[in-house]
């Protein structure tokens, strides 16, 4: 049975995972997130270098909140067409240097990340 998507049951079986290296593009990379409306209320987490934590981090220069259904599409689904389409409805909202997120748009994950988001998958609910 999977954990649900950014449960505390579900960071801590992410983190159990051999997470692969992130590519250098993304090496550095800061992004708050706080995703709204999700099962157990908002979650405060953030992008470091290609892995999510939780909470927020001082310094980050872009913030994203975004709703919890949509969030799950585009992390756990992988679907990119949900977010565009959310973004251009007003559904995400980006606060501080959009050009972060845009550096995640043009990063192509390696096979072992593509691995890893597979697993990702079998074990989110």
Do not use: C
Not at 15 to 27: C, G, I, N, R, T
Not at 64 to 78: G, I, L, R, T
Request: glycine letters at 8%.
């Amino acid at each position: 049975m999977g954990h649900p998507f950014l449960s505390e049951d579900w960071f801590t079986a992410v983190k159990a995972l051999d997470a692969p290296e992130p590519p250098a593009a993304m090496q550095g990379l800061l992004v708050n997130m706080e995703v709204t409306d999700g099962p157990d209320g908002d979650v405060r987490i953030h992008l470091d270098s290609g892995r999510f934590e939780l909470g927020h981090v001082e310094g980050a220069p872009t913030t994203v909140a975004v709703p919890y259904a949509v969030a799950k599409q585009m992390f756990v689904d992988q679907d990119q067409q949900a977010a565009m389409q959310a973004f251009m409805s007003g559904k995400i909202r980006v606060t501080g240097d959009m050009t972060k997120l845009m550096t995640l748009q043009m990063v192509q994950p390696t096979p072992e990340q593509v691995a890893f988001q597979a697993k990702i998958i079998d074990l989110t609910a």
